[in-house]
């Protein structure tokens, strides 16, 4: 097994330990006290295994430098702009906490980097009026929806790991994007060397990796009439610990922030975290099933795994813990 292998199967198992733990701990307010012994020990043994698999994670040694060509880009999912957009106040808040924390008085040229339907491109707009705005996608339905909200920007369908600017932004905003992309060692520094001098980047990501809501994806893929279908999909990778990004960016810029928040969203309607991970998280899993009614099983199944996880509140919402990671450099 190479080192790419053994943590990305450190990572499966993390995330089969950590929905472990959690029904193990909802077990314990139980009202039978054999069962909250019996989640005790389970508890217990989890912990054991979570241990063993840090301990092994730490004897991978770091991977070589690959020679040769770059690995080839992984597919993008197909986007659907109005499923994504069916909670675009609860994944504007982020975006706004983001352009909060941006010192910029009057940059000249603003990229929205990852600008899906341009609702974020949009407040960047409003915020500089007087910047000449780029949005960059790889999606063309994200980016007709973008161009009609926004007729005075350019948009542009292009690879956020290879497209280079015309000239030098002097701010490069990226909200709930850059996750997407493989080898942040590499995406991350190139964007900071594609800025004008003291220009700022800023960027926001979800750092949901071992949340039931995405742990579950591969989990109900690999059992059901789909998971042949399915075999070959890749979840999306975990990204970087918030001290991994610190130690990468850090040599090259000037200035430095790196936060995390937890919302706690509260989502309206039935299967509420399915419908949000039915825009995001899902989209490479629904985009290998072809048939409709299998599509639907499989969303069903998912729905009805995270029901123990996340369950309606009293007053009908679903409670979505979700965790992010927001950083702000300045070079
Ligand atoms: C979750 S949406 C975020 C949209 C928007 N930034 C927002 O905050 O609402 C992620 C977007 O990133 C785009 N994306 C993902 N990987 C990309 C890549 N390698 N190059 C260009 N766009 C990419 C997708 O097409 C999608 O529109």
């Known amino acids: 097994?190479?080192?790419?292998?053994a943590k990305r199967l450190s990572h499966d198992v993390r995330g089969a330990l950590t929905t472990a733990m959690l029904v193990a701990e909802r077990l314990q307010s139980h009202s039978d006290p054999a069962v909250v012994r019996y989640a005790g020990m389970i508890a217990q043994a989890i912990e054991t295994a979570t241990s063993a698999v840090r301990a092994g994670l730490q004897t991978i040694a770091p991977a070589p430098p690959q020679p040769g060509p770059p690995p080839p880009?992984?597919?993008?999912?197909?986007?659907?702009?109005?499923?994504?957009?069916?909670?675009?106040?609860?994944?504007?808040?982020?975006?706004?906490?983001?352009?909060?924390?941006?010192?910029?008085?009057?940059?000249?040229?603003?990229?929205?980097?990852?600008?899906?339907?341009?609702?974020?491109?949009?407040?960047?707009?409003?915020?500089?009026?007087?910047?000449?705005?780029?949005?960059?996608?790889?999606?063309?339905?994200?980016?007709?929806?973008?161009?009609?909200?926004?007729?005075?920007?350019?948009?542009?369908?292009?690879?956020?790991?290879?497209?280079?600017?015309?000239?030098?932004?002097?701010?490069?905003?990226?909200?709930?994007?850059?996750?997407?992309?493989?080898?942040?060692?590499?995406?991350?520094?190139?964007?900071?060397?594609?800025?004008a001098p003291g220009g700022l980047l800023a960027v926001q990501m979800p750092l949901m990796h071992d949340a039931p809501f995405r742990t579950l994806i591969p989990q109900v893929a690999a059992k059901g009439p789909w998971a042949a279908a399915l075999a070959h999909v890749a979840?999306?990778?975990?990204?970087?610990s918030p001290d991994e990004y610190w130690d990468m960016l850090r040599p090259h810029v000037t200035a430095l922030d790196i936060w995390e928040t937890t919302y706690?969203?509260?989502?309206?309607?039935?299967?509420?975290?399915?419908?949000?991970?039915?825009?995001?998280?899902?989209?490479?899993?629904?985009?290998?099933?072809?048939?409709?009614?299998?599509?639907?099983?499989?969303r069903q199944a998912y729905a009805e795994a995270l029901r123990p996880f996340y369950p309606r509140r009293a007053d009908g919402t679903t409670s979505l813990p979700f965790h992010r990671l927001f950083i702000v450099g300045r070079v």
């Open 73 to 195: 880009r992984l597919p993008q999912p197909g986007w659907d702009p109005t499923q994504y957009l069916r909670f675009s106040d609860e994944r504007m808040r982020p975006a706004l906490d983001l352009m909060e924390r941006i010192d910029s008085a009057a940059p000249g040229l603003v990229i929205d980097l990852g600008c899906g339907p341009g609702n974020v491109t949009q407040l960047l707009s409003a915020r500089w009026p007087q910047a000449r705005l780029i949005g960059v996608d790889a999606s063309g339905p994200m980016l007709a929806r973008a161009q009609a909200a926004l007729p005075g920007a350019s948009f542009i369908k292009a690879d956020i790991a290879t497209w280079t600017p015309d000239a030098k932004p002097d701010v490069i905003y990226s909200n709930a994007a850059l996750h997407w992309l493989p080898d942040h060692s590499a995406v991350f520094p190139r964007l900071l060397s594609l800025l």
């Open 264 to 298: 706690r969203h509260a989502l309206e309607g039935d299967d509420a975290v399915m419908q949000w991970a039915s825009g995001t998280s899902l989209r490479p899993f629904l985009d290998a099933l072809h048939d409709e009614g299998m599509r639907h099983d499989f």
């Open 235 to 240: 979840p999306v990778a975990p990204i970087l």
């Open 1 to 5: 097994m190479n080192n790419d292998q």
